[in-house]
């Protein structure tokens, strides 16, 4: 009965009776005891990729070609006479299921299906693996297909299940996929497994991507980004200290390691500063005046600076301010204090006016730019009111009332 069934559903598959034929070897498949045998398999393998591959019956049964690779895959587990039927077919089936899902993946994909192009794409990928440790085919990886697949699976939000896909890519040093780069594909792992905490991992992909990359400033961001959220103080600056090596032309990083370094010196959330705050604000300074050399027309290092010469010149003024009755030793180190105040007021000035030397006679600015030239001249202003030089002090006020109108 059973040789009955299959040979009838190949009499059917013969008579292009498609889905009669598929009702028939599915029929004799539900036999336990046949289920072992290469012959059947075969032949829904042959039913199968039929169907996958018809135009008419595809959209009717859109796992079809799926089906056809998992029989292919029984087919080689039970046969024992070295595949003959498949090469009496000159391998027909099995370039007919890859094309077939690889098209099918490529169609659903541009009409934007992203479930459907990743089943299909993912199973073109497990297709051209099997072949190949069959020994049929000679290549041992579909890069276009593992992209496409990692990609569909993204779009259709399975993070999870594309990972497994650009890791494939990433893991081969795989760089250009068909005359495309694959930049964003490493890049798109470390940020992966960096919010997944998962460090090992991270760290991987970013030296993988940093190899394959040496100038793209992604995975040092990145680094960054997590040892600011998470890492102690000193980690994020030796950090800054590699990334000053390796671009020692890079004036931003100048700028940004100088600006963490005088904000950590000068955080007092914890009730006072930390201990070697002085220290630490002299290297600002010193990573903010190399900032400066390399790039002379970024306004933000020239407010920084400033900014760190009016601090240390508001606090000598404080410390200046006379209280009462005080001896000839207070009175002269609170001298010694204004003087202090003067001389960090006097260091700030060309800091400042550099701001408005490069911003002020321009036109709209941006946000950062326009707070940056306010906050410069609410410096001067204060400055020179300590100073008691009105002209100077109405002149800096007056700017800084017409920022928004100017700017």
Do not use: C
């Not at 859109?62 to 090469?87: F, H, N, R, S, W």
């Not at 992209?147 to 760089?175: M, N, P, Q």
């Amino acid at each position: 009965m059973f040789g009955q069934s299959v040979d009838k559903a190949k009499d059917l598959l013969k008579a292009n009776k498609f889905v009669e034929a598929k009702d028939e070897i599915d029929k004799a498949l539900l036999v336990e005891k046949y289920q072992k045998n290469a012959e059947a398999w075969y032949t829904k393998v042959k039913i199968y990729d039929t169907i996958g591959t018809n135009a008419q019956l595809k959209t009717q049964y859109p796992d079809a070609l799926i089906q056809a690779l998992d029989a292919l895959k029984k087919y080689k587990e039970y046969d024992d006479k070295k595949g003959v039927m498949l090469v009496a077919d000159g391998y027909k089936p099995v370039n007919s299921i890859y094309s077939g899902l690889f098209q099918g993946g490529a169609a659903n994909y541009n009409a934007q299906k992203y479930d459907d192009a990743y089943r299909d794409f993912a199973a073109a990928v497990s297709a051209i693996n099997f072949m190949y440790k069959q020994g049929w085919i000679k290549q041992s990886m579909d890069s276009t297909s593992l992209l496409y697949a990692g990609i569909s699976a993204e779009k259709a939000g399975k993070r999870d299940e594309a990972v497994i896909y650009y890791k494939t890519i990433a893991d081969s040093g795989i760089t250009k996929i068909s005359g495309n780069d694959m930049a964003e594909i490493y890049k798109w792992l470390s940020d992966y497994y960096t919010r997944k905490g998962d460090k090992d991992n991270a760290a991987k992909y970013i030296a993988i991507g940093k190899s394959k990359y040496p100038n793209d400033i992604f995975y040092d961001e990145l680094t960054l980004d997590e040892l600011r959220k998470n890492g102690p103080k000193d980690s994020l600056f030796a950090k800054y200290e590699q990334i000053n090596k390796e671009h020692p032309d890079s004036a931003i990083y100048f700028f940004n390691y100088g600006l963490e370094l005088y904000q950590y010196a000068t955080d007092t959330s914890t009730g006072k500063r930390v201990t070697n705050a002085d220290d630490l604000i002299k290297k600002a300074q010193d990573k903010l005046l190399t900032s400066v050399k390399l790039n002379p027309n970024y306004p933000q290092s020239y407010l920084v600076l400033g900014q760190i010469s009016y601090n240390e010149g508001v606090e000598f003024q404080v410390l200046g301010k006379p209280k009462g009755n005080t001896n000839a030793e207070e009175l002269k180190k609170r001298q010694e204090y204004r003087a202090l105040a003067v001389k960090r007021f006097d260091e700030a000035v060309p800091y400042l006016e550099k701001v408005d030397q490069l911003l002020g006679s321009q036109g709209k600015l941006k946000r950062a730019d326009k707070v940056a030239l306010r906050d410069s001249y609410d410096m001067l202003v204060t400055i020179y009111e300590s100073k008691k030089d009105k002209a100077k002090t109405d002149s800096w006020t007056d700017k800084y009332n017409n920022v928004d109108k100017v700017h």
